[in-house]
Antibody, heavy 122, light 109 residues
Framework: QVQLVQSGAEVKKPGASVKVSCKAS????????MHWVRQAPGQGLEWMGV????????NSAQKFQGRVTMTRDTSTTTVYMELSSLRSKDTAVYYC???????????????WGQGTLVTVSS | QAVVTQEPSLTVSPGGTVTLTCGSS?????????PYWFQQKPGQAPMTLIY???NKHSWTPARFSGSLLGGKAALTLSGAQPEDEAEYYC?????????FGGGTQLTVL
């Protein structure tokens, strides 16, 4: 069965960076994109970006360009999301979610990780 | 960046019918925006209910349906159940970028 297992909660100081991991299993890792979505406490969902695990290409929301880096390790079927220059407004739960099939572009957002709480506080 | 709008809150009676809508600041929502609908309950990750306007996953209860209505995407719940009380989010695609709506808190009362 498809599973996305994320790394544990993090506490960071303003100005630092955080790297969240998402290990995928139960499907062919390089056949599906992977999204990153975040949710601040009591707020709505916010799409951050998407990575193609096959070639490593990425597309991020304009708001995060220059501050977010998405990478992948095909040997461990893990994708990573690194967010730099953290500020208190970045305190949120960060989710990975399986994206569409790379060839057919179907079945987007069908499986989600459990979420990783990142707290930014001095 | 486009802004996606949803009703902040709606209330439906048990067994009743309610329609949630999803609009775009760029104009009418079309099938080319590939509308998605998600349900999220407190403390849980979102769950996809509807994809590409009206398609359902195997886990989507039959009482949920998606459509385009009056230039917006719509999620209709027919025969509301207490367990349907949740936050609902729509998502639209704009040239490969995705934008979520602000969410609708649905109360079943």
């Amino acid at each position: 069965q498809v599973q996305l297992v994320q790394s544990g909660a993090e506490v960071k100081k303003p100005g630092a960076s955080v790297k969240v991991s998402c290990k995928a299993s139960g499907y062919t890792f390089t056949s599906y994109y992977m999204h990153w979505v975040r949710q601040a406490p009591g707020q709505g969902l916010e799409w951050m970006g998407v990575i193609n695990p096959s070639g490593g290409s990425t597309n991020s929301a304009q708001k995060f360009q220059g501050r977010v880096t998405m990478t992948r390790d095909t040997s461990t079927t893990t994708v990573y999301m690194e967010l730099s220059s953290l500020r208190s407004k970045d305190t949120a739960v960060y989710y990975c979610a399986r994206g569409p099939d790379i060839l057919t572009l179907t079945t987007d957002f069908d499986f989600w990780g459990q979420g990783t709480l990142v707290t930014v506080s001095s | 960046q486009a802004v996606v709008t949803q009703e902040p809150s709606l209330t439906v009676s048990p067994g009743g019918t309610v329609t949630l809508t999803c609009g775009s600041s760029t104009g009418a929502v079309t099938s080319g925006h590939y509308p998605y609908w998600f349900q999220q309950k407190p403390g849980q990750a979102p769950m996809t209910l509807i994809y590409d306007t009206s398609n359902k996953h195997s886990w989507t209860p039959a009482r949920f349906s998606g459509s385009l209505l009056g230039g917006k995407a719509a999620l209709t719940l027919s025969g509301a159940q207490p367990e349907d009380e949740a936050e609902y989010y729509c998502l639209l695609t704009y040239n490969a970028a995705r934008v979520f709506g602000g969410g609708t808190q649905l109360t079943v009362l």
